[in-house]
């Protein structure tokens, strides 16, 4: 199953300085670690520009949107350029006009043709009134690196992108919206103070990214029709899940992950308990999770806020992806494997709109369900009148049987 590449990273930098190494091995790990590695066929890749091109100490190898690829290759829907900017880069900037030439080429593709750039600056010295930042004015600028927090770099990126590739073009991006789903019912092993001291946490450390949130005491008006408010924003928003003893037995909090998963809106669970739960809910699993320390809740909500916006930017180019995948006839595209509870609606539409389509043919990304959760869902088609020519894939298994779904 080849596919045409979805997202390529590019991180430019001058061979003389060592950050942009460390910012290139970062984003490396982190975009071919899972989610991304679920997608079909190698949809994201890091590439490297650094070593001069002509040998020469001029700057590096021209990328994809700078000149054509050879042998008719199709270069990507979606170019992330990551220039780490330095001293030594300022220098080249001013002294060598190839070098002037390759960034100011780089600045100017911002926003053009599936582009994007997103300038790292070093930490330490003030570049802001080089020439080669006023070269870099338009493109988006990340925070300042910190080597001690590479997740935060991680996230910033992936956040960036991910808000240009779900945003039509010409239209401005918007910042990824964080559903906080919490109760504010205790259980008896919770102190008064446990869940406030939670959700302060929260929204402290959600204040220090440049991701938006959504609180539903603080930000529903009294006016407001709060029912279609919490729905409407529940299934539009990516949802962190605060999961304390009392959370999944409560109503509302049921029915806020409900919507986000009909919605197929990427969702992390926050584990924070004391006590435990009597019986759970079968509505809250089949989502990553993140284990908190209710003394110290800070790296954990980091961690799941991180994940998140990966899921996030999985989604979105999991939706690039499905234009390709669709030639292949396939009647659902989740971006997260199916369950009943996403399952059972779709099968009720899927029936009642073509009476004369016989089959379901499902891909979602890697990894593949279990055989016990793909005997039940199924069971599940089959109960809705689809017993024969049901097939459940995703882009590995697919790829294994040469493109084929079973007959």
């Known amino acids: 199953m080849l596919l045409p590449p979805i997202l390529e990273v590019f991180v430019v930098w001058h061979p003389d300085d060592g950050l942009g190494e460390w910012v290139a091995g970062t984003l490396a790990d982190h975009f071919h670690a899972?989610?991304?590695?679920?997608?079909?066929?190698?949809?994201?890749?890091?590439?490297?520009?650094?070593?001069?091109?002509?040998?020469a100490g001029g700057p590096p190898r021209p990328m994809p949107f700078m000149e054509p690829l050879p042998y008719g290759l199709r270069p990507p829907e979606f170019t992330a350029v990551v220039p780490v900017v330095s001293t030594r880069l300022a220098r080249a900037?001013?002294?060598?006009?190839?070098?002037?030439?390759y960034v100011d080429a780089i600045a100017q593709a911002h926003g053009q043709d599936g582009v994007g750039v997103y300038t790292v600056v070093d930490r330490d010295?003030?570049?802001?009134?080089?020439?080669?930042?006023?070269?870099?004015?338009?493109?988006?600028?990340?925070?300042?690196?910190?080597?001690?927090d590479p997740a935060a770099l991680c996230r910033e990126l992936a956040q960036a992108i991910a808000q240009?590739?779900?945003?039509?073009?010409?239209?401005?991006?918007?910042?990824?919206t964080v559903f906080v789903s919490h109760t504010k019912?205790?259980?008896?092993?919770?102190?008064d103070e446990d869940g406030p001291r939670l959700y302060e946490e929260v929204r402290q450390v959600i204040a220090r990214t440049r991701l938006a949130d959504f609180f539903d005491a603080r930000d529903l008006q009294?006016?407001?029709?709060?029912?279609?408010?919490?729905?409407?924003?529940?299934?539009?928003?990516?949802?962190?899940?605060?999961?304390?003893?009392?959370?999944?037995?409560?109503?509302?909090?049921?029915r806020e992950v409900l919507q986000a998963k009909i919605g197929g809106m990427p969702a992390v669970t926050?584990?924070?308990?004391?006590?435990?739960?009597?019986?759970?809910?079968?509505?809250?699993?089949?989502?990553?999770?993140?284990?908190?320390?209710?003394?110290?809740?800070?790296?954990?909500?980091?961690a799941a806020l991180n994940r998140l916006v990966d899921e996030a930017l999985k989604r979105a180019l999991w939706q690039a992806q499905t234009v390709y995948l669709a030639e292949h006839g396939f009647d659902w595209l989740p971006a997260h494997a199916p369950e009943p509870v996403t399952a059972s609606p779709w099968l009720r539409k899927h029936r009642n709109n073509d009476a004369d389509d016989r089959h379901v043919w499902i891909i979602h990304p890697d990894p593949p369900l279990g055989p016990k959760e793909r005997d039940v869902l199924l069971e599940l088609c089959g109960l809705a009148?689809?017993?024969?020519?049901?097939?459940?894939?995703?882009?590995?298994?697919?790829?294994?049987?040469?493109?084929?779904?079973k007959p």
Request: with cysteine.
């Open 185 to 191: 019912h205790r259980s008896l092993a919770e102190d």
């Open 164 to 176: 240009r590739v779900a945003t039509p073009d010409g239209a401005p991006a918007e910042r990824i």
């Open 385 to 405: 009148g689809f017993d024969h020519n049901v097939d459940i894939v995703t882009p590995r298994t697919f790829a294994s049987r040469g493109g084929r779904l």
């Open 34 to 55: 899972a989610p991304f590695a679920g997608l079909a066929g190698g949809a994201v890749e890091v590439y490297v520009r650094s070593v001069p091109w002509d040998g």
């Open 270 to 302: 926050l584990h924070a308990m004391r006590e435990g739960e009597d019986r759970g809910s079968f509505l809250m699993d089949h989502l990553p999770a993140v284990a908190c320390r209710i003394d110290d809740p800070a790296p954990a909500i980091s």
């Open 222 to 254: 009294t006016a407001d029709d709060w029912a279609s408010v919490l729905d409407d924003k529940a299934s539009t928003s990516a949802l962190l899940i605060v999961r304390t003893d009392r959370y999944a037995g409560r109503e509302w909090t049921q």
């Open 93 to 101: 900037y001013d002294d060598d006009p190839a070098w002037r030439s």
């Open 125 to 148: 010295p003030d570049m802001s009134g080089t020439m080669l930042m006023r070269a870099l004015s338009a493109p988006q600028s990340l925070p300042r690196i910190d080597r001690d």
